[in-house]
């Protein structure tokens, strides 16, 4: 599961550094246990009136600015469960549990007065359990701070979030975690293929992720074709909280006919939104915690 690095002739620090080249961080989200609650009995999609000349994605984008405004003006900060799979070099990778803590960054009179933060706690598979991850924008010149688990939890290491050892394993670095970077990320994507056509566009109104009621928006882009990102994309988001709680996306299949390719994808459970976090939850010197 995690690449083996030769420690001889490296220094201390890059010893160090090897202890964590597996950190696993998401961004912006089936069939494991993550996603049995995700698919479930959906009606038949909705039908949206389209204007003339209206995309098929447009109604969708209309949600997702919607969705990222509320996230900005609504949510200051949230805790939750990150479920988690992502393909990479070696392939589709086991499910991950993480214990996250968010809090989002905030302006006033055009300076940032909270920094954008993110704790994260690894709490399966057994491999990475109890391994902690702390980045506070703008901190610690820009570098996460993490230590490894058991025997190995010997030093705190720093890293660049977008550095090689930090980056392995994993699509994403830890600054584009949480639920506003996916709506945000999503928004983009949809924006980039509204250029073009060959998009399909589905609206389900009665899904569930985790026995939660949802909103399912189902986007498909039947052709294969180098400007688009994905063949399938899915995003769900809650009725009650208002925030995406679950991202998934498939390539097109090896085969005509065959199954669609799973890349990646990502469950927010549990969310707890404003529980009202402060500067501690993001110092490794808090006793909660077990940075050496």
Same mark, same amino acid.
């Given at each position: 599961? @995690? ?7 490296? /220094?201390?620090?890059?010893?160090? @550094?090897?202890?964590?080249? /597996? ?7 089936? /069939? ?18 389209? $204007? ?5 994605? %447009? ?12 996230? @900005? ?53 057994? $491999?990475?359990?109890?391994?902690? !991850?702390?980045?506070?924008? =703008?901190?610690? %010149?820009?570098?996460? #701070? ?28 830890? $600054?584009? #975690? ?12 949809? /924006? ?18 985790? =026995?939660?009621?949802?909103?399912? #928006? ?19 988001? %809650? ?21 669609? !390719? ?8 549990? !969310? ?21």
């Amino acid at each position: 599961m @995690q690449k083996a690095i030769h420690l001889r002739n490296v /220094s201390r620090g890059a010893r160090a @550094q090897a202890l964590v080249v /597996s950190l696993c961080l998401a961004l912006c989200c089936s /069939s494991a246990p993550a996603a049995e609650s995700a698919t479930g009995t959906v009606k038949p999609p909705a039908v949206e009136e389209k $204007s003339p000349g209206e995309h098929p994605l %447009d109604p969708a984008l209309a949600i997702a600015r919607d969705g990222v405004r509320r996230l @900005q003006e609504n949510v200051r900060d949230y805790t939750a469960t990150l479920v988690k799979r992502e393909r990479i070099k070696k392939g589709l990778g086991e499910y991950q549990y993480l214990h996250v803590k968010v809090r989002h960054r905030r302006n006033e009179n055009g300076r940032t007065v909270v920094p954008f933060s993110v704790y994260v706690r690894f709490l399966a598979p057994d $491999s990475v359990a109890g391994r902690e !991850v702390i980045w506070v924008e =703008g901190q610690n %010149d820009d570098k996460l #701070i993490a230590h490894e688990t058991g025997i190995k939890n010997l030093l705190r290491v720093n890293l660049e979030p977008t550095g090689f050892l930090a980056m392995m394993g994993n699509r994403y670095p830890i $600054s584009k #975690i949480g639920m506003l970077h996916l709506a945000e990320e999503m928004l983009a994507k949809g /924006s980039r293929d509204r250029q073009y056509g060959e998009c399909e566009v589905q609206f389900f109104d009665n899904a569930k992720v985790d =026995g939660r009621a949802c909103q399912l #928006i189902r986007v498909t882009h039947p052709q294969r074709r180098p400007y688009f990102e994905f063949y399938r994309a899915e995003i769900f988001v %809650d009725r009650e909280l208002n925030v995406p709680i679950r991202y998934a996306a498939w390539t097109w299949p090896a085969e005509a006919g065959g199954e669609p !390719v799973l890349e990646e994808e990502y469950n927010y459970r549990d !969310v707890q939104l404003n529980v009202g976090l402060t500067d501690r939850d993001f110092d490794p010197d808090n006793p909660a915690y077990k940075f050496p």
